[in-house]
């Protein structure tokens, strides 16, 4: 192969909008995020081909931005990247990294980057014929257990209903995101006392609130309660709370880089880790941030309520090197699936790894032509 053939020629960043239901096939009301109507899931696709035509696919996390996300990949990362040879996945990251440091080191810069960095591994795993979990040193199985990571309802009959479909889905662990322990009793009367329940509370309370929310909870034996506090990011805070609680607490989704993640663990914060592909600086980034919990004893469950490549990305990093971890399935249906039905469980709740080079398997051109957002693009 000539000397060319690694080099990027192209960066493309795609605008998807896929319709989803929160309450199944059957449909149910519109939720809100952040001010705007959410009954569609944004993915920003970022495919990358090199000069002799090798085609990388990344995600990076695009909920409610994805305009801004597209005009960061093509406007700052795009033209730092393209000429560059897409093996060079770490010197291009922290290339980024500085050089976009002065727009901050969390949130649209760093989900951009992330979306690259997984494109670039794919292509690194499609160059050399391995799967990126061979890549990262090898699977240690082929199948991922999966938790039903249920919609905020805030409703105990409804949250109740989810988790009685997920279970009969074949899930054996579910998430709900609630904030009172009315769902949680439901839930765990309705699952029993083997099914691990967690509860993410997306960084609601005061510790003082939390102390009193989590008191509250724990007789229903919360498996972990997730990012209790705001700011997200005050770690000696989480610490002191998870320490006088009693009960292991999770985060990670709102932190970006392995730096965070130091910061995090030295504190003593958090019982789970939970890096999310599509945020924290790719696949690059996660694997420091393994190797960092690994060593501060502190479990690794990913973020990945999305479907695009990052869902991809994490069902590899859980089968080598987070051997340990479960797979988070956003539970609601989606119109439309970019691989197929990799993104459903099979009857024991687990997930299959795709063992074919890079990601395995390749986004559908049918889904991506049909749900373009075209207004954005
Ligand atoms: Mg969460």
Partial sequence: MSENTFRIAKIDAIPLEIPFSPFGKDGGPAKEFAGNRWNALSVLLIRVETEEGLVGWGEGFSYNCLRPLKAVVEDMIAPVAVGRDARDVRTISEDLQRGMHLWGRYGITIFGLSGLDIALWDIIGKASGQSLSSLLGGAR?????GYASLFRYGDTDVVGDRAQAALDDGYTILKLHEVTAEPLARVREIAGDAVPVTVDTNCPWTPQQARDAI?????????????????????QALASLQRDTGVRLAAGENACTAMEFGQMLRAGAVSFAQPSATK?????????????????????MPHSPYFGPGFVASLHLLASIAPEGWLERFYLSVE?????DLIDPDAQGTFSVPDGP???IDPDPDVIRDYRAKTLD
């Avoid at 972990?224 to 705001?230: G, R, T, Y």
């Avoid at 439309?336 to 197929?340: T, V």
């Fill in 141 to 145: 199985r082929t199948k991922v257990p």
């Fill in 215 to 235: 008191a509250a909870m724990k007789p229903y034996d919360p498996y972990w309660i997730e990012e209790p506090l705001f700011p997200p990011e005050d770690w």
């Fill in 280 to 300: 924290v600086g790719g696949i690059t980034e996660f694997v420091k941030v393994v190797t960092l919990a690994n060593h501060y004893g502190v479990g690794v």
């Fill in 336 to 340: 439309a699936s970019l691989y197929g």
């Fill in 358 to 360: 890079g990601l395995g």
